[in-house]
C-alpha cells in the first residue's frame, strides 16, 4: 500500500468518528424542538375550535335538508340533525322534543 493510501486509511475511521459525534447532537435537537412546534399558540386553538363549532351547525343544517328531501320523518332529522352537534353543547333528546312541542 503506498504511504497516502495508508495515511487516508488511518484518517478516515477519524473522520467517521467526529461525524457521527456531530450527528448525534443534531439528532437530538430535532427531537428537542418538536414539542415547542407541535404547541399552538392559546389564541390560534380558540380560534380553531370557533370554526370547528360553526360546521358543527352546518352539519346539523345539511342533516336536516337530506333528511327532509329523503322524506324521513321530522322527530328522526331532528335526532340525526342532534347527534352532529358536540356533546359538550347538544342539547338531551327530552330538551329537545321538549323544544319542538312548544
Not at 450527528?23 to 418538536?34: F, G, I, L, V
Not at 328531501?69 to 347538544?90: K, N, T
Given at each position: 500500500?503506498?504511504p497516502?493510501?495508508?495515511?487516508?486509511?488511518?484518517?478516515?475511521?477519524?473522520?467517521?468518528?467526529?461525524?457521527?459525534?456531530e450527528?448525534?447532537?443534531?439528532?437530538?435537537?430535532?427531537?428537542?424542538?418538536?414539542p415547542?412546534?407541535?404547541?399552538?399558540p392559546?389564541?390560534?386553538?380558540?380560534?380553531?375550535?370557533?370554526?370547528?363549532?360553526?360546521?358543527?351547525?352546518?352539519?346539523?343544517?345539511q342533516?336536516?335538508?337530506?333528511?327532509?328531501?329523503?322524506?324521513?320523518?321530522?322527530?328522526?332529522?331532528?335526532?340525526?340533525?342532534?347527534?352532529?352537534?358536540?356533546?359538550?353543547?347538544?342539547?338531551?333528546?327530552?330538551?329537545?322534543?321538549?323544544?319542538?312541542?312548544?
Open positions: 500500500m503506498p497516502e493510501d495508508k495515511d487516508a486509511a488511518a484518517a478516515a475511521p477519524a473522520d467517521a468518528a467526529n461525524t457521527e459525534a450527528a448525534a447532537p443534531a439528532a437530538a435537537a430535532p427531537a428537542e424542538e418538536a415547542a412546534a407541535d404547541a399552538a392559546a389564541p390560534v386553538i380558540i380560534i380553531k375550535k370557533i370554526i370547528d363549532d360553526d360546521g358543527e351547525i352546518l352539519k346539523a343544517a342533516q336536516i335538508i337530506i333528511g327532509n328531501m329523503h322524506g324521513h320523518p321530522v322527530p328522526l332529522i331532528i335526532e340525526a340533525a342532534r347527534v352532529c352537534i358536540s356533546h359538550h353543547v347538544q342539547p338531551s333528546f327530552a330538551e329537545l322534543f321538549d323544544a319542538l312541542r312548544k
